[in-house]
């Protein structure tokens, strides 16, 4: 069983055009997480979520919208993509407290031209 | 703004040899974590460390944690190329809620 699972896998879409990925955790862990990692393979945290509350949004432009509809399930949608856009985005979870390691999902490459 | 450095980036070793990766961070934390990810894969976890003066070991890594220095080793003993992969430190800040921050990673390669 997968532990945490997202879709898709690959997007390849045009610049201008609006986007979701969709991320899903079965560990019964109450924090999930979204990370972008670029062309250089730096990771940086764009959100997170403690039992559907967002609780760290770093400085990302707002056409970057998390959506949390339960504990299991993080998406994220992105409008209007640039070509700056382009990235591997990783969904992650964890039990909160800042105690627990992280389990990641296998990531969504996105690709805009 | 808490600062998480990693060195060497760039690690190109023999089989059989030893090395240690170092992490240095900016702000007081006692909750480190390091990272395994493959090409192309996703990262996994390798350790978590929690106090300082902790050491856990797997296999042939073991990592430590000093608080004090704001300082974790990662040291790879008698090296195999399976363990070629980038080791990614990361420290974690209560901000209201725990943000962590990743190091840039240190690529290792392990020759035959």
């Known amino acids: 069983d997968t532990a945490v699972s997202q879709t898709p896998k690959y997007l390849v879409t045009q610049m201008g055009n609006d986007k979701s990925i969709k991320c899903e955790q079965n560990?019964?862990?109450?924090?999930m997480y979204w990370y972008k990692q670029d062309s250089k393979k730096f990771l940086k945290i764009m959100f997170s979520y403690n039992n559907k509350e967002l609780i760290i949004n770093e400085t990302v432009p707002n056409r970057f919208s998390p959506k949390s509809p339960d504990k299991a399930h993080l998406n994220l949608h992105i409008n209007s993509l640039e070509l700056g856009d382009s990235a591997v985005y990783f969904c992650?979870?964890?039990?909160?407290?800042?105690?627990?390691?992280?389990?990641f999902g296998p990531g969504t490459r996105l690709t805009v031209t | 703004e808490l600062k998480v450095e990693q060195n060497p980036l760039f690690l190109s070793m023999q089989e059989g040899k030893n090395y240690t990766i170092y992490c240095n961070y900016s702000?007081?934390?006692?909750?480190l974590y390091w990272y395994r990810q493959d090409p192309g894969k996703s990262l996994e976890s390798l350790f978590v460390l929690l106090s300082n003066g902790a050491v856990k070991q797997e296999g042939r890594l073991m990592a430590s944690l000093d608080t004090k220095a704001r300082l974790s080793t990662l040291h790879i003993t008698a090296a195999v190329h399976d363990l070629s992969a980038t080791y990614f430190c990361a420290v974690a800040l209560n901000t209201g809620g725990f943000k962590t921050i990743f190091g840039a990673g240190t690529r290792l390669f392990v020759k035959a």
């Open positions: 560990l019964g862990h109450d924090t």
């Open positions: 992650a979870s964890s039990y909160s407290g800042g105690a627990y390691e992280q389990y």
């Open positions: 702000t007081t934390s006692d909750r």
